[in-house]
Nanobody
Framework: QVRLVESGGGLVQAGGSLRLSCAAS????????LGWFRQYPGKERDFVAG????????SYADSVKGRFIISRDNAENTVYLQMNSLKPDDTAVYYC???????????????????WGQGTQVTVSS
């Protein structure tokens, strides 16, 4: 069992940056691949970024490549999403998730993730 708690969301102007954090409980944190998803009102969750157990393999949605960076600190049981050059289209609720099957290669679909956080709102003003 893994419990995930996101933080770091908020309001930022277009072009600005935010760093999301996701703290996990449990001693088996390094066994999971980790991902970030976002959800627009009335829409399904979309993959944003994912990482394997070590942080050495990462994957990104085309819409955030070159702007967002996912990283993890297994000693601190935390995964991060550094978001730069933010756009109004990045406004959404952001969720972190953990996937057993994503431990070796990052996975990018919601059904592959076993545990989810409660989400944090990111709002980018124009």
């Amino acid at each position: 069992q893994v419990r995930l708690v996101e933080s770091g969301g908020g309001l930022v102007q277009a072009g600005g940056s935010l760093r999301l954090s996701c703290a996990a409980s449990g001693r088996t944190f390094s066994r999971y691949g980790l991902g970030w998803f976002r959800q627009y009102p009335g829409k399904e969750r979309d993959f944003v970024a994912g990482t394997d157990w070590s942080g050495s393999r990462t994957s990104y949605a085309d819409s955030v490549k070159g702007r967002f960076i996912i990283s993890r600190d297994n000693a601190e049981n935390t995964v991060y999403l550094q978001m730069n050059s933010l756009k109004p289209d990045d406004t959404a609720v952001y969720y972190c998730a953990a996937a057993t099957v994503g431990a070796i290669v990052p996975v990018d679909t919601t059904h592959e993730y076993d545990y989810w956080g409660q989400g944090t709102q990111v709002t980018v003003s124009s």
